[in-house]
């Protein structure tokens, strides 16, 4: 770790003690001072006057590591009243959301009872109109069926009954 501090357009480092410095080639650092580009890919810029003894430290990390700001950035959003008109955060949306969605599913199985009470009324009342009871006619089916097998079992025996004193006179 490193602590820069920027006096009179010099960069002087205050090293931890055991931290070595060593300069890399493209590096922010590179060995001779004198060919330091102007432009490192990192732009910083200071509002207002410093005054002595400020301190500014710019810190480099190799592909973001180490680097814990996107994180607490997000971690912000949690509690930053940013989404919609008066602000909410992105939890109370949250909780908006699955509550109205709640509500709608509450109230479409309301309206899915009434509908079926509403369809079985309609039934009975096209059941009485009609005058057609599905019960009684299945039960109607039933005794005529037995009738019908009644008289079969009657013209059978009265067909043997023919045969046999048909064969007694020949």
Known sequence: ???????GGQLSLLLDEGVNLEAQAGGP???????VSGDLGVSLSVVGRPDAGDRFSVNFTRDGNLDNRTGLELSA??????????????????????????AQAGQTASDLEAASALLEQSEARLAAISGVNL?????????????????????????????????AVS
């Open 135 to 167: 019960d009684e006619e299945a039960a109607n089916l039933i005794r005529y069926e037995q009738g019908y097998n009644a008289a079969a079992q009657v013209i059978s025996v009265a067909r043997d009954i023919f045969n046999t004193l048909f064969n």
């Open 77 to 102: 959003l949690q509690t930053d009243p940013f989404l919609g008109e008066p602000g909410a955060t992105v939890t109370q949306a949250f909780a908006s959301v699955v509550q109205s969605i709640g």
């Open 1 to 7: 770790e490193f602590r820069s501090t920027v006096v």
């Open 29 to 35: 650092f590179p060995a001779s001072p004198q060919t």
